[in-house]
């Protein structure tokens, strides 16, 4: 054997060696991560929905059949006022003119009737006698009912006129706040098109707001035993989030579901006193959850989602079977592997109402399983789990 072959047999003697005497890589450790033990609980939360503060009753004030300058604003803008108290007047020279011009014709028509009764009076008499001829006893007839009739449109007229001559001074139609008035002083208004302003009641105020078609016998069963509810049921979070100091009741509920959106407009009903609601404010009401079936809740940092759809990873006590590649394992390495390990198995889930930091889960965990809470970022579906020697305490599931 030459030189050349022989330091080849000692190189390749060498490297075996080498590789004989190095280990198969070891596999990458258990992530290590928290769990919670998810457990069935009855919980207190509030289902929430977009509302709108209305008036029970709000109409604009328009002046009817009448035009000419204002004359008069009586009530200050954004003013309490009363039933038939003075809110405007328009120039009433016209209308008072055309009244005391209808009162005057009104006047000659009665005496006139006065008249033609007298007349009628003397030819009644002298037409029993058969004093009269006829044809002036008819005359005389006909001219009484002419009066009478002349009369009664002269009545009907002084009506109209009077009638035009109230609308010249506007008054409010009930109590209520008035808003910014529309118009000034001399500016002309047309009747039945200006609007001069816009009064509402303001105690108590309606809140609208609209639920899914699903919910209409909820709410329909609410109203039947409004009585018996608590009143903590419906509340009000105001646009700075705070919350209106007073429970609301249903009061209606729209004759109607909405076809195109499948949802029907529920009102309730608040005190208003401090007259801290507002027409049109957008708040949200609150309706307290009345289902006392136990539910689960987990922590909301638990839950994945992907495309649209939630996931939790579920801890398991599983066996990976032993794959060699540097040929069969030891005695040692058979038991090791053999033994259950924990692991994170992924599981779809359908979530419910988010409960501050938790979040209730419909379906997909059983009570007593535990999923991963902390290290998700660094696992995968099948990954192996270790616990982090921290045991997460579970979130509290009341709400304020």
């Given amino acids: ?8 047999i000692i190189i390749l003697s060498a490297s075996g060696f080498v590789a004989c005497q190095q280990k198969p890589p070891a596999s990458n450790p258990p992530t290590p991560v928290n769990l919670y033990t998810v457990q069935s609980q009855v919980v207190r939360y509030y289902d929430k929905y977009p509302s709108t503060v209305q008036a029970l009753n709000q109409v604009n004030i328009i002046p009817s059949a009448i035009q000419g300058y204002v004359t008069a604003i009586a009530a200050p803008d954004g003013s309490d006022v009363h039933k038939g108290q003075l809110l405007y ?5 016209i209308y008072k003119a055309a009244y ?4 005057a014709n009104l006047k000659v028509a009665q005496a006139n009737q006065v008249q033609q009764q007298q007349d009628a009076d003397r030819y009644i008499y002298l037409n029993k006698n058969n004093a009269v001829a006829k044809q002036l006893y008819d005359h005389a007839i006909i001219a009484l009912e002419t009066a009478k009739s002349q009369t009664k449109a002269a009545e009907e007229t002084v009506k109209s006129a009077q009638t035009n001559l109230n609308f010249a001074s506007i008054y409010a139609p ?14 002309v ?3 039945g098109t200006t609007i001069l302003n816009t009064i509402s009641t303001n105690d108590p105020m309606a809140v609208d707001f609209l639920v ?5 016998l909820d709410f329909e069963r609410y109203k039947a035993d409004s009585k018996t509810m608590p009143d903590s049921l419906f509340t009000l979070l105001l646009p700075d989030n705070s919350m209106y100091p007073y429970p609301g009741r249903i009061s209606v509920i729209d004759r109607a579901v909405d076809s195109q959106t499948g949802t029907i407009i529920v009102r309730l009903v608040f005190p208003n006193a401090k007259h801290l609601l507002k027409v049109g404010m957008s708040c949200v009401v609150r309706v307290r959850n009345t289902e006392t079936t136990p539910q689960m809740v987990v922590p909301g940092k638990a839950v994945i989602e992907q495309m649209g759809e939630y996931f939790l990873y579920v801890a398991k006590d599983t066996v ?9 394992a030891s ?17 779809k889930v359908k979530l419910g109402q988010t409960i501050g930091a938790n979040v209730i889960v419909l379906s997909g965990v059983e009570d007593g399983e535990r999923i991963v809470v902390d290290g998700i970022q660094s696992i995968h579906d099948g990954s192996a789990i270790s616990l982090a020697g921290k045991k997460p305490g579970a979130d509290s599931t009341k709400t304020k």
């Fill in 212 to 216: 899914n078609e699903k919910q209409v």
């Fill in 1 to 8: 054997m030459n030189r050349v072959s022989r330091y080849g």
């Fill in 89 to 93: 007047e328009i120039d009433k020279r």
């Fill in 331 to 347: 005695a040692q390495e058979e038991e090791n592997a053999n033994k259950p390990r924990l692991h994170a198995i992924q599981k």
């Fill in 100 to 103: 005391d011009q209808a009162v």
């Fill in 189 to 191: 208004v047309v009747g």
């Fill in 174 to 187: 009930f109590d209520g706040t008035i808003g910014i008035s529309q118009v000034r002083l001399g500016t």
């Fill in 320 to 328: 990976i079977a032993h794959k060699g590649t540097n040929g069969p």
